[in-house]
């Protein structure tokens, strides 16, 4: 809209639909969605989030949708409204929804049944994909809906369950799930979604208005102002956008360029009039509050700045090598039985050439809405419990490896692989090669709207050390159809691919290459 250039806007900031292009990956939304995420990835079954009204639920739910279509192997599909009115219609619905030609004349809704399960059969053994299923407003789902998703979860192979289900639902959902103690004693993943904090909701209103501003940085609030924000909304984030938003077109009729208290007050005022009067008398107290945290921070800081003068440099000694680490340097002061602070070293990678295999693939910096479980699929080439469990022992820093944040560095440990059949057998096509894992998963990051499959294949010799092959698709059983597929390349890459088909008899892999599902040409 025009009126928001008035604020450097290129856009409204503050809808309430739910665009995944705004989702704030708050820390709560985050460890949410790395939750789910495992639970799927492991095909586990079903997971229930519960949260109040305005709580991002249904923003939650569109993102996942997102992230999910950009995966060849997850088929996802969405209810917004489960309010049937009878066993018949909701079972007719999925088996619409899966694909499935309307029938002609009458069906019973056992042959509704077989027919669902046959096709989940068909995709997730057959295929080897794996079916989602996300219900929004769990809360209205009827009592007869659940006992089918009952039986649904009880189609599964030997080692997972065919249909994933994900219900987000208001707390009344709880409620109805003590009345179906069957259906209750399914759920692989429960979890509560709880407002946000002050920092988050500070956060969350600058990210949108950088989305909504190119990425340049607009400061349409003062702190006084995002304070008063964050008291009238309580951190729930439908409430601090309908807020926000009413605050922006205030600014753009009084032709001002920042909002401050008595602005954001007054739009309280308006949109949520039962809570002014008791927030006056409380406002002056947290504004006088704050002044004096404020000022006791700053007194505080110069203390300790004068302190630190006086104090003498410490001296560090060279402590050798840890496994997989650059030397170690630690301060020559810190007692022995003291918590070491470790600086790393940030040293570029020589190739190897001796018959030594690493310990460590690398380390990467997590970036904004990457998970644990994206990570490992990227560069194992599957998520499982055994890399799971091998990537939080070599990051004991991560208390809670469901939960990681942006900015945090994950080691990645190398792990051996047997090869079955031999990879000398089949062909695949390089895209390109690097030597380090955080340049091979930025390749990945750089191509990742182009909706082509590229692997990583981690590998080992002794001639070139550790190497980080880059793939299109996956491997070929002939070299006609592996030489085809370089065709289908943008044009950038061709140049620089090439057919892959020797690795050498010491070769070791840390990823499967002939994984299944990346197999192609048969």
């Given amino acids: 809209m025009d009126y928001f250039r008035t604020l450097n806007l290129s856009k409204e900031p503050f809808s309430n639909s739910p665009d995944p292009h705004f989702f704030f990956h708050s820390k709560k939304h985050l460890e949410c969605m790395q939750k789910i995420e495992i639970s799927l990835r492991l095909r586990r079954g079903l997971s229930v989030i519960i949260g109040d009204v305005g709580t991002g639920k249904t923003t939650l739910c569109r993102h996942l949708i997102n992230k999910f279509a950009k995966d060849e192997k997850i088929e996802s599909h969405l209810i917004l409204d489960p309010h049937f009115s009878s066993p018949s219609e909701f079972l007719y619905a999925m088996a619409q929804m899966f694909g499935e030609h309307e029938p002609e004349g009458e069906i019973s809704d056992w042959q509704l049944?077989?027919?669902?399960?046959?096709?989940?059969?068909?995709?997730?053994?057959?295929?080897?994909?794996?079916?989602?299923?996300?219900?929004?407003?769990?809360?209205?789902?009827?009592?007869?809906?659940?006992?089918?998703?009952?039986?649904?979860?009880?189609?599964?192979?030997?080692?997972?369950?065919?249909?994933?289900?994900?219900?987000?639902?208001?707390?009344?959902?709880?409620?109805?799930?003590?009345?179906?103690?069957?259906?209750?004693?399914?759920?692989?993943?429960?979890?509560?979604?709880?407002?946000?904090?002050?920092?988050?909701?500070?956060?969350?209103?600058?990210?949108?208005?950088?989305?909504?501003?190119?990425?340049?940085?607009?400061?349409?609030?003062?702190?006084?102002?995002?304070?008063?924000?964050?008291?009238?909304?309580?951190?729930?984030?439908?409430?601090?956008?309908?807020?926000?938003?009413?605050?922006?077109?205030?600014?753009?009729?009084?032709?001002?360029?920042?909002?401050?208290?008595?602005?954001?007050?007054?739009?309280?005022?308006?949109?949520?009039?039962?809570?002014?009067?008791?927030?006056?008398?409380?406002?002056?107290?947290?504004?006088?509050?704050?002044?004096?945290?404020?000022?006791?921070?700053v007194t505080g800081s110069l203390t300790n700045m004068i302190s630190r003068e006086k104090e003498p440099p410490p001296s560090y000694v060279f402590t050798g090598e840890k496994?997989?680490?650059?030397?170690?340097?630690?301060?020559?002061?810190?007692?022995?039985?003291?918590?070491?602070?470790?600086?790393?070293?940030?040293?570029?990678?020589?190739?190897?050439?001796?018959?030594?295999?690493?310990?460590?693939?690398?380390?990467?910096?997590?970036?904004?809405?990457?998970?644990?479980?994206?990570?490992?699929?990227?560069?194992?080439?599957?998520?499982?419990?055994?890399?799971?469990?091998?990537?939080?022992?070599e990051n004991p820093q991560i208390e809670n490896i469901d939960l990681i944040e942006p900015g945090q560095v994950l080691r990645f440990p190398a792990i051996p692989m047997k090869i079955s059949p031999s990879p000398l057998e089949f062909w695949w096509v390089q895209v390109t090669q690097k030597e380090r894992l955080k340049n091979a998963l930025q390749f990945l990051r750089n191509h990742a709207n182009d909706a082509l499959p590229f692997h990583i294949i981690p590998c080992w010799n002794s001639r070139e050390g550790i190497r980080f092959i880059i793939v299109y698709k996956g491997y070929f059983p002939d070299e006609i159809s592996a030489r085809n597929s370089i065709n289908e390349l943008p044009p950038t890459l061709v140049s620089g691919a090439k057919i892959l088909t020797k690795w050498g008899l010491d070769t070791v892999f840390f990823a499967n290459p002939l994984s299944e599902a990346s197999k192609e040409g048969d």
Avoid at 146 to 166: D, G, S, V
Avoid at 214 to 228: H, N, V
């Fill in 113 to 297: 049944r077989e027919s669902i399960k046959k096709y989940l059969l068909r995709r997730c053994v057959d295929e080897e994909k794996t079916v989602v299923l996300i219900i929004d407003e769990g809360q209205k789902i009827p009592g007869f809906c659940l006992e089918i998703l009952r039986e649904f979860l009880n189609y599964e192979a030997n080692e997972y369950k065919l249909l994933q289900i994900i219900i987000f639902a208001q707390e009344e959902f709880e409620q109805t799930l003590k009345k179906y103690r069957n259906f209750t004693d399914r759920i692989d993943l429960f979890h509560i979604l709880g407002p946000l904090s002050f920092s988050e909701t500070r956060s969350m209103i600058r990210f949108r208005l950088e989305s909504a501003s190119e990425g340049r940085r607009a400061s349409l609030f003062s702190f006084l102002a995002l304070l008063s924000i964050y008291r009238a909304s309580r951190g729930y984030p439908r409430r601090i956008i309908n807020l926000c938003h009413r605050i922006i077109l205030s600014l753009i009729i009084q032709n001002r360029s920042k909002a401050g208290w008595s602005t954001t007050e007054s739009c309280v005022k308006r949109l949520f009039p039962e809570q002014s009067r008791q927030r006056t008398r409380l406002g002056v107290l947290t504004c006088l509050l704050l002044g004096v945290i404020l000022f006791g921070l």
């Fill in 323 to 393: 496994k997989g680490m650059p030397p170690v340097i630690k301060n020559a002061a810190t007692p022995t039985n003291a918590k070491e602070i470790i600086l790393v070293a940030h040293t570029k990678t020589v190739k190897s050439h001796d018959k030594k295999i690493p310990d460590l693939l690398g380390q990467i910096t997590v970036k904004r809405g990457e998970t644990v479980g994206g990570m490992i699929e990227k560069i194992y080439g599957a998520f499982t419990m055994k890399y799971l469990r091998y990537v939080s022992e």
